[in-house]
């Protein structure tokens, strides 16, 4: 059959956008390497746990989002041979590619935290982190009138780096309006030393926090679980003491890291702990393989992971492919833009944008967006997902 041309490794976000791309700049024998029937708009799962979007608007059939001309190859990746230039997939049969695109997103690691995995989904334990999940958080929002509800950040590189306190933010304004806040208590754990990484951003936060009451414990966080007594362990890393905390209700983030085969492979970056995959912050190009680029939560890039970034790298990527595939140096840079619309109640939200240098990069550069929003949240709830479905994946936007 010979090599495919270019072959695109996860169809999520980042490997559908590059696809669309590549086939709008009219690129033929672009292979798609995908084993799951559904696609998620991942970003929608924070309002699905907030009980603000039922999960099936999240959800979209891939088939219905691959471009046309882009074939698709239904098994997952599992090993990758970067010198031979091949890919192993789930059935064992090798892939031959001429270039390669790796994107198959990260991997949770519910095992990464003693008691977790036991735990996750069972009597008051949720996380938006996974659709199974996602509406379960919402049922033990809503149920809670009285006790300790507590929202964990893991010590890893992970998607949304706001996702794990935006949910504690939702719940406390719906026990706000419910008049139970008062008999709540509650507790974000977070292993940084301030709630965000820009600080103008984190002291908004700051006082988002102390509003609702919730108690933040900065660089701590938790390292067991123990589901049948309803208690966590906390680990502060500050004084080194250690802390157990009951609970009436848990939202868990898991610790985050690359896909195994991907730690394994010689396209893993030996400088990430979490195993996550090379690439030239700038150019998204393999620093070894000049064949290869990584884009989206694989890529081990100095600037949080999130949707928002998979959609400046996709132009780039697909840009630096067509470089490399008529022989020239690629040419377009990635700035390392991000953006986090951190919600803050249920009709408010404050769109943190920056890149690498931790530098404001609005998109809307005449309103104000360190204060919470009204429009901004309806951009979130009704704007972004059509954006995303019909701009970002179709490669317009
Ligand atoms: P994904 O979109 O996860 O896609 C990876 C794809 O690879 C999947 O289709 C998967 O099936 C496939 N795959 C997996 N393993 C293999 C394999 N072995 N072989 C082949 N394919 C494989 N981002 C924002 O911008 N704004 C937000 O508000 C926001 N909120 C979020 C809230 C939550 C709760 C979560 C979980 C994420 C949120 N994100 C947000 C992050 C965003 O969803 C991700 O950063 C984005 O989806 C990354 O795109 P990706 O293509 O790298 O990975």
Known sequence: ?????????GGGSAGISVAARLRRAGVTGITLVEPSDTHWYQPL?????????????????EASLIPDGVRWIRRHAQAMDPDARTVTLSDGDEL????????????????GVPGLAAAIGQDRVSSNYAPEYAPRTWELIRAMRSGTAVFTHPATPLK???????????????????????????????PDPALFKVPAWSRVLERVAARYGIEVRLRSEMTAVDGDRREITVTDHASGT????????LH????????????????????????????????????????????GDVANLPTSKTGAAVRKQAPVVAANLLDVMSGRAPARRYDGYTSCPLVTARDRMLLAEFDYDLRPSPSFPLINTF??????????????????????????L
Not at 1 to 9: D, K, L, Y
């Open 96 to 111: 031959a590619y001429e270039h390669l695109v790796l994107a198959p997103g990260l991997q949770l690691d519910w095992n």
């Open 160 to 190: 949304c780096g706001g996702a794990p306190q935006k949910i504690a933010y939702l719940a406390a304004d719906y026990w706000r309006r419910e008049k139970v806040l008062d008999r709540i208590r509650i507790v974000l754990v977070v």
């Open 242 to 249: 250690e802390e157990t905390l009951g609970y009436d209700l």
């Open 252 to 295: 868990a983030v898991p610790p985050q890291s690359a896909p195994d085969w991907v730690k394994t492979s010689a396209l893993t970056d030996p400088a990430s702990p979490q195993g996550f995959a090379a690439a030239d912050p700038y150019t998204l190009q393999h620093p070894s393989y000049n064949n290869v680029f990584a884009l």
């Open 371 to 396: 204060k919470e929003r009204r429009d901004m949240w309806v951009f979130k709830r009704y704007l972004l997902p059509p954006v995303y479905w019909h701009g970002m994946l179709t490669g317009r």
């Open 45 to 61: 799962w924070t309002l699905v746990g907030g009980g603000q979007a039922p999960l099936n608007l999240s959800r979209r059939p």
């Open 1 to 9: 059959a010979g090599r495919h041309r270019v072959a695109i490794i």
